[in-house]
């Protein structure tokens, strides 16, 4: 199947059933994040207790990790949401915010990935070269990495832990290990905004949690975003293109996707 | 006094007082719920701090507590915080988010009910009736309840807890154990964004604050939601619907409340 | 040099430097200190784990400390990361929200004041004059007090603590000790939006982090808030005016700034 009709299978899958996406993530973004998921057609879940987070996550359908804004407690609460995730086959997507930026969150995500299975792990350049064990630059939570080399780094990483990567930037890369795609889309205002790749990451949720389809979500997820990127009023300021953005978000659907979209199979 | 005058006169109390509003509240809507508390004309106080939140109710004028994101920690400081009100008369609104969907949740909802006496508790009809000890269909933090049997249980329960029940979706039903209305105001666009239960329960707190009238506080915040949902843009999609919103709240006034308000009194 | 000349000159440190800049910060007003941030031509990072603050702020060029929903394990980790920047030289802006609110809060800032060397201090009235051990009138978070006295406030315990200090009101007054200004711009609608004064204080440390200038990124801060106020759509309601604030703040520039700002030197 190509990978439009993919797309379509997904978009159909999240219009046919109003997904529960449970997230452990950054109070920075975490209304954004929730908008999101409301406005594609899913329904957010936000809880990070210990106590309550195996269970909650059994009610949902996907579960999204961010650790903007990760402790030691809430560590240990995405341990166990994710372990139980596992266990009854709900996907799991990892977004290893500023990864390479402290000690604390190299540990962290080692740990996660240690004792959890992810069907998706996005993240930018730097993050995800830090992930793969690679020298990474960055600065803070934003990447400075050259873009050139993603298609291999990803390819690579998404065969050594048998899941989808997804890199993005100025061109957004996506493979599950057999099939890699670039993707072309998105506006450099996306930049000047804060929770955009936290945002992307719960919209890859969103799709996840309807379809599970990892490859397929990881893209319309990006997809979602960045297009709406480009549809969204840029000429009054970051106030306007904030609200705008959600506006494209909430009418995004497939077929707007796929007149947009910029996709190339690239192995 | 017929229910007009009585929200009559909370709209005139809020306007004569600036009320305090101490909120221990989730971080995914809080500065939604501070925005709305402004926006009504109270002012916001959020602090979870277990050794100052007693101190802090003790300078406001009413308490809302809000368990969408609790955990160990700041359901401690709720029974602090809603011991501390109770004990100086402050009246205190429990917002019991997605109460069924954990055991931490009902366990926690049970200490609160056990320890505090609130003024008003408003949920959906799933949250109302878990408290009510009734079988509850929800999913997450959302309810798939049928709305028709509303009436005799917010009658029931507020008589039992002596304090005014208001369960909210497509009617609203507002009882005290004496009168109880129905209130079918509101957009269906109002599920769709995030945290619009959450500020109602904000919005009721301010009313509260101000006027100590917890019918008719329930009822004016909730109009106040609705109407302003009747009222708000919905043509350009979530972003706008959410701003324009806003607008609307803060510019609401007994007015506009009473000549769009459709109130039922059922008993 | 003066005054215009040195806002002229933090602007440009702005435009040439991406400055990361690490909050520790309230979760009600986070989204938007983060958004101003960008918006201004900063970078934010909020991180608040104490495993990992004394890194963090290590690869950031300011520290933003701000109270406003601080906790026994956040007044830790403001302590270390403080600390951590002083050591290395990095300037640090202090946000004391309510301080005066409960004695929790009033020993917190003591603990801060005590261990960190603060580059700005920002507040309201009454929390400057309970940090200057003066009797205030406070209601909440917000400031019940005349401003008449503003300037020798200011100025006394700037020369006492060797660091800048800031009054926001409806004169605004910034001393370092030895020169005093006070600012007139600014809306009475900034009053009705949460977190205007936090934000003020993330646009300080976003000049601060690009010019290292105390006293110039204070005033500079203070003005983009204020005259973004004057210049933002009051007309629709309070939805609106934020977002309206958002757009004027990323459009905001020295020019703008110059053509506008009521800059009083007073002493």
Chains 1, 2, 3 share one sequence.
Do not use: W
Not at 26 to 46: E, H, K, R
Not at 60 to 65: E, K, S, T
């Amino acid at each position: 199947m190509d990978i439009q009709a993919q797309l379509n299978e997904v978009f159909e899958a999240l219009h046919n059933k109003c997904a529960l996406i449970h997230h452990i993530t950054n109070y920075v973004t975490v209304n954004d994040c929730a908008n999101v998921v409301l406005a594609i057609g899913a329904s957010p879940i936000m809880a990070d207790e210990q106590s309550e987070v195996e269970e909650m996550v059994g009610i949902c359908a996907a579960l999204v990790l961010n650790i903007g804004t990760a402790n030691e407690r809430t560590i240990v609460s995405m341990l166990k949401a994710g372990k139980a995730a596992n266990a009854k086959g709900i996907p799991v997507v990892l977004d290893p915010v500023g990864v390479g930026a402290t000690p604390f969150r190299r540990q962290s995500v080692a740990k996660l990935m240690e004792a959890i299975s992810f069907s998706v792990i996005r993240g930018n350049m730097a993050e995800i070269k830090t992930i793969a064990g690679l020298e990474a630059k960055s600065a803070g939570v934003d990447s400075l990495e050259e873009e050139s080399d993603g298609a291999k780094i990803a390819l690579n990483l998404a065969k050594k832990l048998g899941c989808v990567i997804a890199i993005t930037g100025k061109i957004d890369i996506v493979s599950d290990g057999d099939s890699t795609y670039a993707l072309d889309n998105g506006d450099v205002a996306l930049t000047k905004l804060t929770g955009t790749g936290c945002m992307s990451s719960s919209l890859i949720g969103s799709f996840l949690g309807a379809s599970n389809h990892a490859l397929a979500s990881a893209i319309a997820g990006i997809l979602t975003m960045s297009i709406a990127g480009e549809l969204a009023d840029k000429s009054q300021g970051m106030g306007t293109f904030r609200t705008s953005l959600i506006d494209a978000i909430s009418q995004m659907d497939a077929k707007r996707i796929m007149s947009s979209a910029k996709i190339d199979f690239i192995k």
